[in-house]
């Protein structure tokens, strides 16, 4: 497909699907920005699998090269060495990875419907179900009514919503997010966190969600990666055994969250010295 | 509305909307009516005391006795532009002007925009013709006539080709300055959805530019017009009474009187049409929420 067409020409022809299980794999893969001595080794050997169906959180300090992950991933920056795949069409008619951004990066002379169905259009999908399916992703994220909104008439939480419901009209096996709460208060991104549960539980999708913010990885993660900052190294990980629903103020949260918490400030002044 | 109690009152607000609504649909036509005429005189009673203004320097200046002789006041100066709209010539004229600037300007627009579509998109073609765009846009087009009059003689053609290299390079800088300034982060996201190419110029960057895309008209067309009356000043054509005509003809009599009215009449055309473009502009701000008052 013409979309992934840059990242496969780094990740070589499509492995065979049956010995590849994970749906993202990145294999001791390095970034480095500029050259000589101006340059900047954001990655450092990363290697890590994301099991088809998993949600991966990656968490580190700033400047740990998470969203540079996540643009390597989304094939629209290329490592300096390594190898990153994806796995495509893994329930057949998948398109590949979805990103979604801190801000909603919504089209404003597009209607919030409008921003959806563009999505639908450039998967080249006819008008009568281009129409369907907009009406459809606009209910899955609570915003039936409002697809005739502009978005700068619509709040911040709404808007980001908007966002997720054109990442879904994407229909892609794997969604990237690059702190998409992170500018949003505490009250809206906790109702988000709600909403992205109960979208998620019905789709069979893979997820690696970044942020910098420890209970909220905790919070919606199946597992917690943890980033070391310059390079970015994957330093620890946590599988995350709490059951569904969770609620991000819960004991259980707090007690990994602070474990995990712990470890970064470990990391954090291993680098101060 | 708070984002912090959004999902509480998501329903809340849906329901004030309907009502909203409702309240649009039931408004009596006298009452918008009344609306209208309320928002038509907000925005007129600047302009009116503008007016009334320059009337009055005018007239202090006349009774002030300044080259009393030949410097006419603004009553005498009305009617005689009062006269002037009662015969056929000056209408004749204003048309065959107005003809002119929207072939002229129509010109360069298709033409301002082809460029800035090709140049905008075309790295070597930037790099070529980029800071040329820009010389031509600052060139005073007055200095284009007597290579066009060599070219083209005394004819319409003249006059038109000095519009179109008058306005054109206003436009199609105005469509690569928007190209250039389509937000980064819209790019990436229309990336990740997979437009391409022309389906993300189409989609994307040409929506995206259209602000800038009417700043560039608006400006264009300033140009066009001073183009145009310049160009009927020095480009007589037997038979075409234009505006340039008339005021050439005024100035070869020495009547004041009739050479104000003229410019008067050119000034208000200039206004009306810059009022349609600010009427554009503002709709497309509008819808973008680039206002501050929605």
């Given at each position: 497909?013409?979309?992934?067409?840059?990242?496969?020409?780094?990740?070589?022809?499509?492995?065979?699907?049956?010995?590849?299980?994970a749906?993202?794999?990145?294999?001791?893969?390095?970034?480095?920005f500029?050259?000589?001595?101006?340059?900047?080794?954001?990655l450092?050997?990363?290697?890590?699998?994301?099991?088809?169906?998993?949600?991966?959180?990656?968490?580190?300090?700033?400047?740990?090269?998470?969203?540079?992950?996540?643009?390597?991933v989304?094939?629209?920056?290329?490592?300096?060495?390594?190898?990153?795949?994806v796995l495509?069409?893994?329930r057949?008619?998948?398109?590949?990875?979805?990103?979604m951004?801190?801000?909603?990066?919504?089209?404003?002379?597009?209607?919030?419907?409008?921003n959806?169905?563009?999505?639908?259009?450039?998967?080249?999908?006819g008008?009568?179900?281009?129409?369907?399916?907009?009406?459809?992703?606009?209910?899955?994220?609570?915003?039936?009514?409002?697809?005739?909104?502009?978005?700068h008439?619509l709040?911040?939480?709404?808007?980001?919503?908007?966002?997720?419901?054109?990442?879904?009209?994407?229909?892609?096996?794997?969604?990237?997010?690059?702190?998409?709460?992170?500018?949003?208060d505490?009250?809206?991104?906790?109702?988000?966190?709600d909403?992205?549960?109960?979208?998620?539980?019905?789709?069979?999708?893979?997820?690696?969600f970044?942020?910098h913010?420890?209970?909220?990885?905790?919070r919606?993660?199946?597992?917690?990666?943890?980033l070391?900052?310059?390079?970015?190294?994957?330093?620890?990980?946590?599988?995350?055994?709490?059951?569904?629903?969770?609620?991000?103020?819960?004991?259980?949260?707090?007690?990994?969250?602070?474990?995990?918490?712990?470890?970064?400030?470990e990391?954090?002044s291993?680098?101060s010295? | 509305?708070?984002?912090?109690?959004?999902?509480?009152?998501?329903?809340?607000?849906?329901?004030r909307?309907?009502?909203?609504?409702?309240?649009?649909?039931?408004?009596?036509?006298?009452?918008r009516?009344?609306r209208?005429?309320?928002?038509a005189w907000?925005?007129?009673?600047?302009?009116?005391?503008?007016?009334?203004?320059?009337?009055?320097?005018?007239?202090?200046i006349?009774?002030?006795?300044?080259?009393k002789?030949i410097?006419p006041?603004?009553?005498?100066t009305?009617?005689?532009?009062?006269?002037?709209?009662?015969?056929g010539?000056?209408?004749?004229?204003?048309?065959?002007t107005s003809?002119?600037?929207v072939?002229?300007?129509?010109l360069?627009v298709?033409?301002?925009?082809?460029?800035?579509?090709?140049?905008s998109?075309?790295?070597?073609?930037?790099?070529?013709?980029?800071?040329?765009?820009?010389?031509?846009?600052?060139?005073?087009?007055?200095?284009?006539?007597?290579?066009?009059?060599?070219?083209?003689?005394?004819?319409?053609?003249?006059?038109?080709?000095?519009?179109?290299?008058?306005?054109?390079?206003?436009?199609?800088?105005g469509?690569i300055?928007?190209?250039?300034?389509?937000?980064?982060?819209?790019?990436?996201?229309?990336?990740?959805?997979?437009?391409?190419?022309?389906?993300?110029?189409?989609?994307?960057i040409?929506?995206?530019?259209l602000?800038?895309?009417?700043?560039?008209?608006?400006q264009?067309?300033?140009?066009?017009?001073?183009?145009?009356?310049?160009?009927?000043?020095?480009?007589?054509?037997?038979?075409?009474?234009?505006?340039?005509?008339?005021?050439?003809?005024?100035?070869?009599?020495?009547?004041?009187?009739g050479?104000?009215?003229?410019?008067?009449?050119?000034?208000?055309?200039?206004?009306?049409?810059?009022?349609?473009?600010?009427?554009?502009?503002?709709?497309?701000?509008?819808?973008w929420?680039?206002?501050?008052?929605?």
């Open positions: 497909m013409a979309r992934q067409g840059d990242a496969m020409t780094v990740t070589g022809p499509r492995q065979a699907v049956g010995e590849m299980t749906a993202v794999r990145l294999t001791d893969v390095s970034k480095v500029g050259r000589g001595t101006s340059a900047v080794r954001a450092d050997r990363i290697t890590l699998d994301v099991p088809s169906g998993e949600f991966t959180c990656l968490i580190g300090a700033s400047g740990c090269g998470k969203s540079t992950l996540l643009s390597l989304a094939g629209l920056e290329q490592p300096t060495s390594g190898e990153v795949s495509e069409g893994g057949g008619g998948g398109r590949g990875v979805a990103l951004f801190q801000e909603p990066a919504l089209f404003p002379w597009l209607t919030a419907a409008g959806v169905e563009l999505a639908l259009r450039a998967r080249g999908l008008r009568a179900e281009r129409r369907q399916r907009t009406t459809e992703l606009l209910d899955v994220v609570r915003l039936g009514g409002f697809g005739g909104k502009r978005p008439e709040s911040g939480g709404m808007r980001q919503r908007v966002a997720l419901a054109r990442a879904l009209a994407q229909d892609a096996d794997v969604l990237l997010m690059d702190e998409p709460f992170g500018a949003l505490a009250m809206t991104r906790d109702l988000l966190h909403e992205l549960d109960r979208v998620c539980a019905g789709r069979q999708l893979t997820i690696i970044v942020t913010n420890v209970r909220e990885a905790v919606l993660g199946d597992r917690v990666v943890v070391s900052s310059r390079p970015g190294r994957v330093i620890d990980e946590f599988a995350v055994p709490i059951e569904h629903p969770r609620r991000i103020d819960s004991a259980r949260v707090a007690e990994l969250a602070g474990r995990i918490t712990d470890r970064l400030r990391e954090m291993h680098d010295r | 509305m708070t984002p912090g109690n959004q999902q509480a009152s998501v329903p809340a607000y849906a329901e909307l309907a009502w909203l609504e409702a309240q649009e649909a039931e408004t009596p036509a006298d009452q009516g009344r209208l005429a309320n928002r907000t925005a007129l009673w600047p302009k009116v005391l503008a007016i009334a203004i320059v009337l009055g320097v005018w007239q202090l006349h009774v002030s006795g300044w080259k002789l410097f006041g603004p009553a005498g009305l009617s005689d532009l009062w006269g002037q709209l009662q015969r010539l000056l209408w004749r004229a204003i048309a065959i003809e002119r600037a072939i002229g300007f129509a360069a298709v033409i301002g925009a082809v460029v800035g579509a090709l140049v998109r075309i790295a070597p073609l930037r790099a070529a013709f980029g800071s040329l765009i820009t010389g031509l846009q600052t060139m005073p087009s007055i200095a284009w006539f007597p290579f066009a009059i060599i070219l083209f003689g005394i004819s319409t053609t003249t006059i038109l080709f000095v519009i179109v290299l008058g306005a054109a390079p206003s436009i199609a800088n469509l300055a928007g190209v250039d300034y389509t937000p980064p982060l819209l790019l990436r996201a229309g990336k990740m959805m997979g437009l391409r190419r022309l389906s993300l110029y189409r989609y994307l040409l929506p995206a530019s602000p800038a895309f009417v700043a560039g008209l608006k264009g067309w300033a140009f066009a017009w001073r183009s145009l009356v310049a160009g009927e000043l020095l480009v007589i054509i037997a038979n075409q009474p234009s505006l340039g005509v008339l005021l050439s003809t005024d100035q070869d009599q020495a009547d004041m009187q050479a104000t009215s003229i410019i008067i009449v050119i000034l208000i055309l200039g206004i009306i049409v810059d009022m349609v473009f600010g009427v554009a502009d503002r709709a497309i701000r509008r819808r929420g680039l206002t501050g008052t929605v």
